[in-house]
């Protein structure tokens, strides 16, 4: 049975709404779209949604008589808020230029949609949110973090262990190490996914996909890496039935 992709598109224009939803679901039938027409049809579909979208299209002006007007954007920042959404391709359909690179660098936008556009440019863009929806890429979790004002996007699943440091973090990368400043423990494990990390430490955060074994005696947790992480005396009961969870 063919996975169904669910698309939203958010465009003011009826009739590119219309135009942009036909091109759509040309590229394969199992491509679903939601068109919506306004602000609040989108955030009436994004929460009454039975199951959760794959992709969101968005058009960053609804208001054509506002040159100014990104009602896009505010849509994009409720999405990005929600935790399911977190690592969903977001593309923006915009004709002002200088929106890309904050929407970029805000909401970690998949891809841009320049207008005006053309058949092959929804196809071709489709055709790569399907792919990732199969493949399952969409999925794969990375945090965005900023370092001498430049923006990385580190995979989680490349994230071995995250320790406090002065005036910042350092994660322990399966490559390398990186001191980010200015981001805390706390701030950290709000972008994190809490399936796959957990404090264990008000100064370190362990990816479990990564711990070899616990040394209860001894309060450390030994990495796959070699590293050891000490446990806090309040994070140790969690600690241990989550990594029994995990073993079942």
């Known amino acids: ?13 009826r009739d590119s709404l219309a135009a942009v939803t036909v091109m759509a679901k040309k590229v394969s039938k199992g491509v679903s779209v939601t068109p919506v027409n306004s602000l609040e049809e989108a955030f ?34 409720a999405v990005r808020a929600k935790k399911e959404y977190a690592f969903t391709p977001i593309v923006m359909i915009t004709s002002i230029a200088n929106m890309e690179l904050s929407a970029y660098r805000e909401l970690h936008c998949y891809q841009y949609l320049i207008k005006p556009y053309q058949e092959a440019d ?3 863009l489709v055709g790569k949110l399907l792919f990732l929806s199969q493949q399952g890429e969409t999925r794969e979790s990375f945090v965005m973090v900023k370092k001498d004002g430049v923006n990385y996007k580190l995979f989680c ?4 262990c995250v320790k406090a440091v002065p005036r910042g973090v350092c994660f322990v990368l399966a490559k390398e190490e990186m001191k980010v400043p200015y981001l805390s423990i706390k701030q950290l494990m709000e972008k994190l996914p809490q399936e796959r990390f957990m404090q264990v430490h008000r ?4 990816n479990l996909d990564y711990v070899d ?4 005696v001894n309060g450390l947790i030994h990495l796959k890496n ?12 969690r600690l241990i039935q989550v990594i029994k969870g995990k073993e079942n």
Do not use: H, W
């Not at 100064?203 to 362990?206: A, P, R, T």
């Open 1 to 13: 049975m063919q996975s169904v992709t669910r698309i939203l598109i958010l465009e003011d224009n």
């Open 213 to 216: 074994y616990i040394d209860t």
């Open 203 to 206: 100064m370190c955060v362990v």
């Open 157 to 160: 699943k490349d994230i071995i």
């Open 226 to 237: 070699g590293e050891t992480a000490e446990v806090g005396v309040t994070y140790k009961n």
């Open 44 to 77: 009436a579909a994004l929460n009454g949604a039975q199951q959760p979208f794959q992709a969101f299209l968005l058009d960053i002006n609804l208001n054509p008589d506002d040159k100014t007007d990104c009602s896009g954007m505010t849509f994009a920042r």
């Open 122 to 124: 929804i196809a071709q």
